[in-house]
């Protein structure tokens, strides 16, 4: 994973999140401050070497997701994991507008032991907060095989600004 930064002295953390779209996802944290760089893939199925077509078909057991690699003395998880709760809805299994599978169920693939801590200590929080008409249903996982997305789909909407004039995020 190539990163927007030096890191001589940066401690890097990582954390892959999937919650609809993973060009969607990508594209509301990619340019925040402390984000080091982002990669779309698949993650949290049987298949090796799982391609945009299969996982797809929602039989891969994949999810679309987003790997983000990102200095923790500048954002922390919790700030992370507040913006993504703000680009999906955390309430719905699988969304049924545009986005429909379980390929594009919620989830946060934890890479540490004190990342699951700090995840469901954070959903825990926001089902007590009142903000949301619903539980939450996004699973806090151990993070597994991570599959990059073919080219075409990395950093998709900075590739497709011609079509996209006005920020979606």
Request: some cysteine; charged content about 25%; aromatic content about 10%.
């Amino acid at each position: 994973m190539e990163t927007n930064a030096g890191t001589e002295e940066m401690e890097i953390c990582q954390i892959t999140l999937a919650g609809g779209c993973f060009r969607e996802i990508e594209a509301g944290l990619r340019k925040i401050p402390g984000i080091l760089a982002t990669v779309v893939g698949y993650t949290g199925g049987g298949e090796e070497n799982p391609d945009y077509i299969r996982v797809s078909t929602g039989e891969t057991g994949h999810v679309e997701a987003v790997r983000i690699a990102y200095d923790p003395t500048v954002i922390p998880l919790s700030d992370i994991l507040d913006r993504f709760f703000c680009l999906y809805d955390p309430t719905v299994k699988e969304p049924e507008t545009g986005s429909e599978g379980s390929q594009y169920r919620s989830a946060v693939f934890c890479h540490t032991e004190e990342d699951c801590r700090t995840t469901r200590a954070f959903i825990h929080a926001e089902e007590k907060s009142g903000n949301y008409c619903g539980p939450i249903v996004t699973e806090v996982r151990t993070a597994a095989t991570f599959w990059p997305a073919e080219d075409c789909h990395q950093q998709y909407y900075e590739k497709m600004a011609n079509r996209y004039r006005k920020p979606l995020f």
